[in-house]
């Protein structure tokens, strides 16, 4: 899953879950003619229209649809208006994403994604250590409230998570080089470092803003989330399924790997 984020040309739409390309749209105003107000149809017109006899075939499939539409409460385009010149202002901090897969509308103000409504996706990955999981469901908790405090909280799971492999988890920086010494996958030494980063900024002046900043905090657990699969539930499967050779094969491999004396 790609975390939905503003302004991002790709990701995982809330509709319809596929990784799909963005459009973004801004929205602007147009005020209601005069005496004229926003309202809801109810189900009842629905049958109010099926028996309307001076409507053709078209007429009637279209007004189905938009009351269809409206009692779905779905976000869709109107028919534009066919008269006069009408000037629109923009309704700032509102934002409009459409997905390319299943033509969709997302309603996001300011960085934040308000239709439709999700539940919260952020997971552990299973394989994290509770004593790390704890940090990580906090931060979840409060990342839409204080997305600097839910990118402190990452950091320190990195850092939790560094002293459960055995490094001295002291200096972050310093237990990431020991890694990237031992053959630490390059991108998983990217990952670790964003984490530390954006953490150190979040609770030191620096460079990155997370004050306001949610999506990029959001996008932070995701990282923990590979860095836990690539340094513990992967090593941990591999073992685990090598363990279950049969005994010959393991006898077969221990000799083949023995020193080779000159």
Known sequence: MVTPALGDNSFTCPHCGANS????????LDGYE?????NMPDYSAIERIKAHRDLDKDERANLLDWI???????LFLEKPKEYGV??????????ISQCYSCKKFALWVA????????ASEIKPNPEMP??????????AAIVDASPRGAAALLRLSIQKLLAHLDLPGKNIDADIGELVKRGLDGRIQMALDVVRVIGNNAVHPGQIDLR????????????????VEALIATPKHIETMFAALPAGALKAIEKRDEPKED
């Open 21 to 28: 390309h963005q459009t973004w749209l801004k929205a602007y």
């Open 86 to 95: 009408h000037l629109s202002t923009e309704l700032g901090n509102l934002h």
């Open 34 to 38: 005069k005496d004229s107000r926003p």
């Open 68 to 74: 269809d539409r409206k009692l779905k409460r779905e």
């Open 130 to 139: 509770d004593h790390i999981k704890h940090d990580f469901l906090e931060a």
């Open 212 to 227: 306001d900043d949610t999506a990029t905090a959001t996008k932070l657990f995701g990282l923990v989330n590979i860095i």
């Open 111 to 118: 960085d934040k994604l308000i239709h439709p409504s999700q």
